[in-house]
């Protein structure tokens, strides 16, 4: 891009010459060169946006951008926006946002925005956002912030762009709009009060003459009974009740008459014109003439209560049924007052972990319990939300109820039912068991730490056999290997001896010959006759990880329990993955035990033959030498490894010669007189032996040669 700067700047020069555009064509015949060349400059020019494109036709005409300066447009934005490219380096902060920070622009740009006053906005989420810009991904979210112990809400918006030198980048964008959540906060708010009281006006109203008949009424009659009000009007209330309702509607307004202050009549039945039964509530006064006290009727309202009567009625059932299912859920619920922190309920859940009665624990505050289990992360929420109004989680505390060390999670939850009635609802699991598989998981991360480096099996059975009791939660492990003869089974436990343990033909061994792993709980070891699990025969608790090798098993991992234990899934996924990677480690290692056991013999066959024998790489450094080559030459094998053969061992008289030949060999350019030959070598003493030698070419899978084995024998 440097290397084009001089006819960038003559191409912006032609297009400010000619506001009109120019086509590539016109370009190249004025800066002599050649289509191809103005083309890619023009892309580049069209990415970086310093120049614009239109089609006419079939031909591309350039136009110089019309651009005004980046920092200046962004620093007329109201809303906050921020410049990163792909190394997360913020390139450019407008004003908006650095006064939203309370910083200085030096404090922000050229650093990394974790590093930089931006790290208020920064979290996990904000990264992989912006991995995905990165991509071309729009991204669109809100962030919620606290500023000055206030909650700032922020819409955010990630978008991908490409930067003047041609990298990636994205533009955050961040626009305040706390003022708009708590416009719409304000404003559910006036919505309810607006519903409550459209339910208010939604009572019917009405009127009746000193017959009880209905002079007016109001047309919400219509959405409560079906009836229009014509169809109302002149007749009673009482013509749509059943019989003794009527009747008893009748007295009741007819008493009504003497009270001056209103009445009311609660949920008396009245037949809908669809023939469904609902329950009305009446209220009203009577009208009376005040010069003579004459009686003209009565004014007042009616409401549907079917619904709440069905509540009424159904309340003692709901909450018999609410009470149960609190009582047989495993979480731990208590009500307490926000200021009193008095117990107004708990759930059989919380009555038998702490292990007091309700009549016991309604006599005592939580903070007295609270401190006596020594839960300071629950008090201190208890605090926070009564102070704040606001919920609060406690993700991990640790208790202990009755010399038992326990792990809770907890959720606070403010109950405002009225000024004078605000409760704290604490919801509290009890994850002491998923805080144990935790433990588990990370000490089984441990042991395949350490399993990784180990290089033999004899290495990998101690680690075993001292962290799998942690990792399982069975007391007692043992590992079982065949012998070398395969005759019997051989058992080691953590004090490292082995003794004749399991016969070839129990029902164990079957079991373990099949190679996969099993777990015997207390439901099914009933499978096993007795005494077929020595040294382990009073277990009550079996988990078998066998160990295969060339399609066989050649060893067992086996845990048992005196317990009669039931893994729960977590425990079974993690039992059955421990065995696979003991498994595929100690596979490895039985590999590269028999790849050294076939070294060691190779090795112990060339020691023994009667010739000398050397393996030269292509540099002709010496790689191997017999114990036979080391007698006749006088040096020892750790002498010679790493050095040069020729310039060692071969007198400087015949050096070239041989070096020569070495090289034709090396290159693949050889006739059969190359293989055999006499040639002279110098002892470590100087003496000088005439030998006779075969050369070997050792070759690759590919076909290479990567070095000769040489065989000497003395003339």
């Known amino acids: 891009m440097v290397e084009q700067t001089g006819e960038f700047s003559e191409i912006l020069t032609l297009l400010r010459e000619n506001p009109r555009g120019m086509s590539v064509t016109e370009i190249a015949d004025a800066t002599h ?18 120049v614009e494109m239109r089609t006419f036709g079939k031909a591309k005409v350039f136009f110089l951008s019309k651009r005004v300066p980046v920092s200046a447009m962004l620093n007329l934005s109201s809303e906050m926006v921020l410049l990163i490219d792909a190394d997360l380096k913020v390139i450019q902060a407008n004003e908006s946002l650095v006064s939203f920070l309370s910083a200085e622009a030096d404090d922000i740009v050229g650093k990394y925005v974790y590093d930089s006053a931006c790290k208020t906005f920064c979290n996990d989420v904000l990264t992989d956002q912006i991995r995905a810009a990165l991509q071309g991904e729009t991204v669109r979210s809100e962030l919620r912030l606290l500023k000055n112990g206030t909650d700032c809400y922020l819409d955010q918006r990630i978008y991908p762009m ?16 706390t003022e708009n959540v708590n416009s719409a906060d304000a404003l559910e708010q006036s919505e309810a009060m607006f519903r409550r009281l459209v339910e208010t006006i939604h009572d019917v109203i009405w009127s009746l003459d000193e017959n009880f008949c209905i002079q007016y009424i109001s047309p919400q009659i219509t959405n409560v009974t079906g009836y229009s009000p014509e169809e109302l009007t002149g007749r009673k209330f009482s013509e ?25 009549l609660p949920e008396f039945p009245f037949i809908c014109k669809d023939k469904r039964k609902i329950y009305c509530e009446f209220s009203g006064s009577p009208v009376l003439l005040e010069e003579d006290s004459i009686f003209l009727g009565y004014n007042g309202a009616l409401r549907d209560v079917t619904d709440r009567r069905d509540a009424e009625l159904g309340a003692k059932r709901w909450k018999r049924f609410l009470d149960g299912v609190m009582n047989n859920i495993p979480a731990i619920i208590t009500v307490i007052g926000m200021e009193s922190r008095e ?36 008090t201190e929420a208890h605090d926070t939300v009564a102070l704040t109004g606001k919920e609060a989680r406690v993700f991990e505390d640790r208790i202990v109820v009755n010399g038992e060390t326990r792990y809770i999670s907890a959720q606070v939850i403010p109950m405002n039912l009225s000024v004078d009635r605000q409760y704290l609802l604490t919801i509290v699991n009890d994850i002491t068991e998923e805080d144990a598989d935790r433990q588990r998981q990370m000490m089984s991360r441990e042991l395949a730490f350490i399993l990784e480096g180990v290089s033999s099996t004899k290495e990998m059975w101690d680690p075993l056999l001292d962290m799998l009791p942690k990792i399982s939660g069975f007391e007692s492990v043992a590992v079982y290997q065949l012998s070398i003869f395969d005759d019997y089974t051989m058992f080691r436990s953590r004090n490292g001896r082995f003794a004749p343990a399991i016969h070839t033909n129990s029902m164990i061994h079957r079991i373990i010959r099949k190679g996969e792993p099993v777990i015997f709980d207390k439901h099914r070891m009933k499978l096993l006759p007795e005494n077929t699990v020595s040294p382990m025969d009073q277990a009550k608790s079996l988990v078998l990880m066998p160990v295969l090798f060339e399609g066989r098993a050649v060893a067992c991992v086996i845990l048992g329990s005196k317990t009669a234990l039931a893994p729960d899934t977590v425990r079974r996924t993690l039992l059955l993955s421990t065995a696979f990677q003991i498994s595929t480690v100690a596979s490895r290692c039985l590999v590269q035990e028999k790849l050294q056991r076939e070294r060691d013999r190779t090795r112990s066959y060339l020691d023994v033959a009667g010739v000398l024998l050397v393996a030269v790489n292509r540099d002709g450094n010496v790689e191997m030498l017999n114990k036979y080559g080391t007698k006749i030459l006088g040096y020892t094998e750790a002498e010679l490894m790493g050095r040069n053969w020729f310039t060692t061992v071969i007198p400087e008289k015949a050096r070239q010669r041989r070096i020569d030949g070495f090289q034709k060999l090396i290159a693949g350019n050889f006739h059969e007189d190359d293989y055999v030959y006499e040639g002279v070598v110098r002892c470590k003493d100087g003496t000088e032996k005439n030998l006779r030698w075969r050369n070997t070419p050792v070759r690759e899978e590919c076909g290479s040669i990567s070095g000769i084995v040489s065989s000497g024998e003395v003339v």
């Open 33 to 50: 060169l050649n289509r191809n060349t103005i083309a890619r400059y023009m892309d580049n020019l069209l990415v970086s946006g310093r």
């Open 162 to 177: 490409v930067l003047p030198d041609g990298r990636p980048g994205v533009t955050v964008v961040w626009d305040d709009i």
């Open 240 to 264: 749509f009740m059943p019989a003794g309702a009527a009747a008893r509607f009748n007295w009741e307004l007819a008493s009504a008459v003497s009270r001056e202050n209103g009445f009311m």
């Open 343 to 378: 117990y107004y309920y708990v759930n059989k859940s919380a009555e038998k972990f702490l292990q007091k009665s309700r009549a016991e624990l309604s006599q005592m505050t939580s903070k007295e319990i609270l401190a006596k289990i020594g839960s300071i992360r629950l």
